[in-house]
């Protein structure tokens, strides 16, 4: 039971320095680019060794080369054949693409609505 709530507080750790890491790398990202770099690669091998997920983190940096994206260097373009929302690193020129504008069916229908009529809001 103890190497349960070990692991709990461990992974809690590591999202909240996974987090901090991010916010330095924004901060660095125009002034000191390799900062903002280390910064990432630091928070991606934390999120690695834990089993973390980073999910719209990904959006925010270049896969290939690490950098931290903002209006300088990176390119962001939607493709509405694709529906997807396209990111171009000005840097190492990797393309990364992220849906949008459909949502997963569920297969359950209207559930939601259901729920909520039946609580008294």
Not at 69 to 96: G, M, P, Q, T
Request: proline residues 0%; contains cysteine.
């Amino acid at each position: 039971m103890a190497y349960k709530r070990d692991e709990e507080k461990f992974k809690n750790i590591a999202e909240e320095r996974v987090e901090i890491l991010f916010i330095l790398a924004k901060k660095f990202c125009l002034t000191d680019v390799e900062t903002a770099k280390n910064y990432v690669k630091a928070a991606v091998r934390i999120a690695k060794f834990c089993n973390l997920r980073l999910g719209k983190k990904k959006a925010l940096f270049c896969k290939r080369c690490f950098t931290f994206f903002n209006s300088e260097n990176s390119r962001v373009r939607l493709n509405s054949k694709k529906n997807a929302v396209e990111i171009l690193c000005l840097n190492c020129r990797y393309k990364r693409s992220y849906g949008y504008g459909t949502e997963k069916n569920t297969g359950r229908g209207n559930r939601n609505t259901i729920i909520i009529q039946n609580h008294n809001l």
